[in-house]
């Protein structure tokens, strides 16, 4: 078992974002102590690497929760799989949006550099 301050540290995330976390419904079943202090177990410290990995790849706090939920759950792995899939596809959306706006950029520098 890990106390709060020694997860924080090993995960390289604030106490206030596990706090987070856990009010939000993505990490459970967070054992207590007889001070009422947080204990993680092993099990606790897959769930925040795996809420790492979705929040590097831009999911929401919701996007997050439905996915851990569909684990709770025990729903089909096709369930995660469609939540990664819709993601993928707004970020596909996203990317084209900023390659839109880099070139427009260009556009502006190249005509503004000729007005000098």
């Known amino acids: 078992m890990y106390s709060m301050k ?4 090993k995960m390289d ?10 009010e939000s419904g993505i990490l459970t ?3 207590r102590n007889e ?5 993680y177990n092993d ?11 979705l929040r590097a ?7 997050i929760r439905s996915f851990f939920d569909s684990l709770r759950a025990h729903m089909p792995a096709a369930e995660r799989v ?5 993601h993928h596809q707004y970020l596909d959306k996203k ?17 503004f550099s000729k007005q000098e």
């Open 13 to 22: 995330l604030p106490a206030h974002t596990l706090r987070y976390y856990e």
């Open 57 to 63: 790849c831009s999911l929401s706090i919701t996007e």
């Open 35 to 39: 001070n009422g202090q947080r204990l």
């Open 82 to 86: 469609n939540i990664l899939k819709e």
């Open 95 to 111: 990317q084209q949006e900023l390659a839109d706006a880099v070139k427009l950029l260009e556009i502006k520098i190249d005509y």
């Open 6 to 9: 020694e997860v924080s540290k």
């Open 43 to 53: 099990y606790n410290l897959q769930q925040i690497n795996l809420i790492k990995c």
């Open 29 to 31: 079943d967070i054992a």
